[in-house]
């Protein structure tokens, strides 16, 4: 399998206009996790999806920020509209392993930088 | 809630030297716990787990985490620094219930000759 896929790998946008990112999950996988990485506030889980079903979108910072996965092999992170303080790595990662209900391991793709100027 | 705290947002050890990376855990019941290693520009690869099973845990590259309920803590060590080690290390649980990964706040490991 090739893992986790995100697309695109590096992004410059200028602030308002709209972002998305992209995520293909490993084939087989029912959990789907965003991450986002930053030097202030390190990995911060933002939304999680369990059958393509939002679970917990707690960590999605602002209305400005949406997620879909409209199926099991695909999912979006938009940002509308996004500012500099949006600039950050986004981690994707996937998973599908369990044992008493506790996740046991995620694979992580390879993040998007995004960088809002 | 679940939450780990990792001591020490740098280390620094020469190559060949004992590395020591700390992390302690805050858990109602007893944990899973994991390390993870980021490399420059990538994503986060999982070094090893601990599942209930086996107190201490062998992963890649040879490192080892121990368990230690009395303490709270799973510490990562590997006997002798290489410089391909130099990275930075994740510990993250997961908790009874919770159906995802609670991160610290990351160590960056520095190996100098």
């Known amino acids: 399998d090739a893992g986790v896929i995100q697309s695109p790998r590096h992004e410059v946008t200028e602030m308002g206009q709209e972002v998305t990112l992209r995520c293909k999950p490993i084939s087989g996988h029912d959990y789907l996790f965003w991450y986002r990485q930053t030097m202030m506030r390190g990995l911060e889980l933002l939304i999680y999806f369990n059958n393509n079903v939002p679970i917990d979108d707690s960590g999605m910072p602002e209305d400005r920020f949406s997620a879909k996965m409209p199926n099991a092999s695909f999912s979006t992170l938009k940002i509308q509209p996004s500012e500099p303080r949006d600039s950050a790595v986004y981690f994707c990662?996937?998973?599908?392993?369990?044992?008493?209900?506790?996740?046991?391991?995620?694979?992580f793709g390879q993040g998007t930088r995004l960088t809002v100027v | 809630a679940q939450s780990v705290t990792q001591l020490g947002s740098h280390v620094s050890v020469s190559e060949g030297a004992l590395v020591l990376l700390r992390c302690n855990y805050s858990?109602?019941?007893?944990?899973?716990l994991f390390w993870y290693v980021q490399y420059p520009n990538q994503g986060l690869q999982l070094l090893l787990k601990?599942?209930?099973?086996?107190?201490l845990v062998k992963g890649i590259n040879g490192f080892e985490a121990e368990f230690k309920k009395s303490e709270t803590s799973f510490h990562l060590t590997k006997p002798s620094a290489h410089m391909s080690d130099a990275a930075e290390y994740f510990c993250?649980?997961?908790?009874?219930?919770?159906?995802?990964?609670?991160f610290g706040t990351g160590t960056r490991l520095l190996v100098s000759p």
């Open positions: 858990s109602s019941v007893p944990p899973y």
């Open positions: 601990y599942t209930s099973a086996a107190t």
């Open positions: 993250a649980v997961s908790d009874h219930g919770f159906q995802k990964l609670v």
């Open positions: 990662a996937s998973s599908q392993n369990r044992d008493r209900g506790r996740l046991t391991e995620a694979f």
